[in-house]
């Protein structure tokens, strides 16, 4: 799987938690354990960005920063690669369908697609007002 992909769906996977969360809904615990994994995991090396995803939907997330702060700390650091990793295999195994339904809301391989012609051009990783 494409880096900036995964660091999409383990965004989604975090915020889609917190959601189910917010109603009641539970989701499976090797899902609930790998999220949090991730979240320590990545806040060792971007605290700031764990700020911002812990803070969404409440406030405005810029994903597009998101992503490629988790994919650059993937990159220089094998153990937030590894968290990275477990938690989208732990979310594509998840058996809550409604995980699923909030999960795919935003479509993420076109949303990765639009941040890597971003970072390949020479932008700044700012994807503006794009629709997805």
Known sequence: MEPLTASAIAIATVIATKAL????????????DKTGQFL???????????VAIEKAPSQPLD??????EIE???KAH???NLAVQELVAAAKAEPNS????IQAMPNLQK???????VVML??????????F
């Open 122 to 131: 020479g932008g700044t990783g700012n994807i503006g007002n794009q629709s």
């Open 111 to 117: 949303l990765a697609e639009k941040i890597g012609q």
């Open 72 to 74: 650059s700390a993937a």
């Open 98 to 101: 409604k995980f699923h339904e």
């Open 40 to 50: 320590i995991t990545l806040k060792k090396h971007s605290p700031h960005t764990v």
């Open 63 to 68: 994903y597009g920063k998101a992503v490629l």
């Open 78 to 80: 094998p153990e937030v």
């Open 21 to 32: 969360e917010k109603t009641g809904e539970k989701v499976g615990e090797t899902l609930w």
